[in-house]
């Protein structure tokens, strides 16, 4: 029996349909772990046949973890949106590390961490 009380909803960002992308690797392992995946991605309609949000502002049901796959200078510009969204938790994968968007998840009391969604995945520590 699997893991199934733990299933999440897990927002990825920067989500991608390219094979050699960490982002489509991480929702590949996601999908197969059972958690609920909303991908979001600026100019795609699907991932797998899983519907792609375009905005974060599309996004209206609860999530539980958001995995960044985008650099600082992407997540700039979407601070506001991140913390309006309140995630139960941010992960940042490794370069997407951003000293301006964790000080706002601090001020917001929203939990992150620096660590890699598809080791997490591996390990059992997601």
């Given at each position: 029996m699997g893991?199934?009380?733990?299933?999440q909803t897990v927002l990825i960002l920067g989500a991608s349909n390219k094979p050699?992308?960490?982002?489509l690797k991480a929702l590949q392992l996601?999908?197969?772990?059972g958690h609920r995946i909303i991908p979001v991605h600026p100019?795609?309609?699907?991932?797998?046949?899983?519907?792609v949000n375009n905005t974060l502002e599309e996004i209206t049901e609860s999530v539980d973890t958001l995995s960044l796959y985008i650099g600082a200078q992407r997540s700039q510009s979407?601070?506001?949106?991140?913390?309006?969204?309140?995630?139960?938790?941010?992960i940042f994968n490794p370069g997407t590390e951003s000293e301006l968007l964790e000080q706002a998840l601090e001020?917001?009391?929203i939990s992150y961490e620096h660590d890699c969604t598809l080791i997490m995945l591996e390990t059992g520590s997601f």
């Open positions: 893991k199934t009380s733990n299933i050699h992308r960490y982002a996601l999908k197969r772990h100019k795609l309609t699907e991932i797998e046949g899983i519907k979407l601070i506001k949106d991140i913390v309006k969204l309140k995630p139960g938790r941010v001020d917001a009391g």
